[in-house]
């Protein structure tokens, strides 16, 4: 199965903004739950947005609402999350994640089934 491949990670100021990338190139990026995680340290992995790539439903956390939006390139089998006004608290390494297709639970539902991850790309935000 081919991962899916993180890029735009990188260091920003408070309040400043990034674009991060997902390319799911493998046969799990259609029609499927792809979502994306960050992992801080000492803390654990936590869902941050998904979305279902067979019709746009979208789902953010709570930390992220109004901030962060999760969208989609069917043509380019490209997942992506801009990150704007970015606060020190968003560090983390990013993953993106993807179910085995068909999705088998709600994308929103962070905790089962993202089965197929990426190796990360690293967000650094300083104060």
């Known amino acids: 199965q081919v991962q899916p491949v993180e890029s735009g990670g990188g260091s920003v100021q408070a309040g400043g903004s990034l674009s991060l990338s997902c390319a799911a190139s493998?046969?799990?990026?259609?029609?499927?739950?792809i979502g994306w995680f960050r992992q801080a340290p000492g803390k654990e992995r936590e869902g941050v947005a998904s979305?279902?790539?067979?019709?746009?439903?979208?789902d953010y956390a709570d930390s992220v609402k109004g901030r962060f939006t999760i969208s989609q390139d069917n043509a380019k089998k490209t997942v992506y999350l801009q990150m704007n006004g970015l606060k020190p608290e968003d560090t983390g390494m990013y993953y993106c994640?993807?179910?085995?297709?068909?999705?088998?639970?709600?994308?929103?539902?962070?905790?089962?089934?993202?089965?197929?991850w990426g190796q990360g790309t690293q967000v650094t935000v300083s104060s």
């Open positions: 493998g046969n799990y990026y259609s029609d499927n739950c």
């Open positions: 994640a993807a179910h085995f297709p068909p999705p088998r639970s709600w994308c929103g539902d962070y905790r089962r089934s993202y089965d197929i």
């Open positions: 979305i279902y790539t067979g019709g746009g439903n979208t």
